[in-house]
């Protein structure tokens, strides 16, 4: 990355400061520059567990790397705990890298760790990142949106509460439109049939993505009736993303990462 190809937009990291940064889905080429300039400046690095090794790779050896990776029901640091530790080391002067995987605003939590910094007056910045659903499409091979088949395109958690239905299943189920279930791996059988139950028809094609963008990608492609049995079938377990509509017929054409061919 030389300095006259990408001229700098930014000042350089600054000490005292937290860099909230979005690390993308996992293929560390999807960095942004920002991103990538971000982390050989940093002092510290905090980052979660969706944060994959080949992005950590990215971090210069001597640099702090703190981790507060969280699984669903297993948190390494409780929310409250990780948003102090970031006032915490900017507080001692650090350049402080917060890296989250995906975009930081989707999904991802930022923005309850950026109320915090306002509120104990630490500088900050917001880097963006390709969210999951964006690399994700990209690399299976499913277009998100589509002239012919699919209008909008809707982001949304699966990640029900005590596994009770809270999301308004009808505004899901309507056609046209591509349906992104972020953390709903373990739902997917209530959201395959919630989506039939309010009217989208059985064979509406739809996908399950696993570690999406790296070497350990794994596509399930389906219809609602069938893709359950099908994950189950494939031994499918997180991080994956669900992805609904008539968009998804077009990824056997479409699909061109085969991460099993890569050297
Ligand atoms: N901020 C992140 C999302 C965090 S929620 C983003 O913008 O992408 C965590 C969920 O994201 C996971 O449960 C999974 O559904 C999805 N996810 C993130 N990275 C993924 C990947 N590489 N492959 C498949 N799903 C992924």
């Keep these: ?30 960095l942004t520059l920002r991103a990538a300039r971000l982390l050989l400046e940093a002092d510290v690095v905090v980052y979660d567990n969706l944060v994959g090794q080949d992005v950590m790779a990215c971090v210069p050896a001597g640099v702090e790397r703190i981790y507060v990776g969280k699984k669903a029901s297993n948190h390494a640091l409780p929310q409250a705990g990780i948003n102090a530790l ?27 760790e950026v109320e915090e910094l306002v509120q104990a007056g630490v500088s900050f910045e917001v880097i963006p990142g390709i969210t999951a659903a964006a690399g994700i499409g990209a690399y299976a091979g499913i277009p998100l949106t589509h002239r012919d088949f699919a209008q909008a395109c809707i982001f949304v958690t699966g990640h029900l509460k005590d596994g009770s239905v809270d999301l308004d299943w009808a505004m899901l189920a309507r056609r046209k439109q591509t349906v992104v279930f972020y953390m709903g791996i373990t739902q997917l059988p209530t959201i395959c049939a919630e989506l039939v139950a309010h009217g989208l028809p059985a064979s509406t094609p739809a996908a399950v993505v696993r570690r999406g963008t790296t070497r350990a990608q794994r596509v399930v492609t389906a219809d609602l009736a069938t893709l359950p049995e099908a994950v189950k079938a494939a031994g499918i377990t997180p991080p994956a993303l669900i992805i609904v509509g008539d968009v998804v017929g077009l990824q056997p054409r479409l699909a061109w990462f085969h991460p099993e061919d890569a050297a």
């Design 1 to 30: 990355m030389s300095e006259s190809a990408f001229p700098r937009t930014h000042a350089p990291a600054r000490p005292g400061w937290v860099y909230l940064v979005g690390a993308g889905p996992g293929d560390p080429e999807l």
């Design 86 to 112: 970031l006032v915490e080391q900017a507080r001692l002067g650090k350049r402080v890298v917060r890296l989250k995987g995906g975009d930081p605003f989707i999904f991802g939590r930022g923005g309850e």
